[in-house]
């Protein structure tokens, strides 16, 4: 998405303008897709992390990476199961 585009979509819950916005992709830390594109290139769901940041939608799930479970973990599971 361009930031015209994602001006569009957050001006549904908020009115702002084009600086605005940029002040907002710069302080949530949404990063350009690519780099020497024009326009710039932005996520799609840039807008909904806008307006999760804000507070006036609701937050997105987590993208962050889950932790693996240790071999203890999985030992203990595969006696409890009753495997060999």
Known sequence: MTR??????????KPCGVAQIDRYLNKFGIEPLGIRQRPQQYPDDAP???LAALGIAPALPSHRRQRLASLETLRRAKKKAGAK
Not at 4 to 13: G, P
């Open 4 to 13: 015209f585009q994602i001006l569009s979509e957050v001006n549904k819950s």
């Open 48 to 50: 909904a992390r806008i």
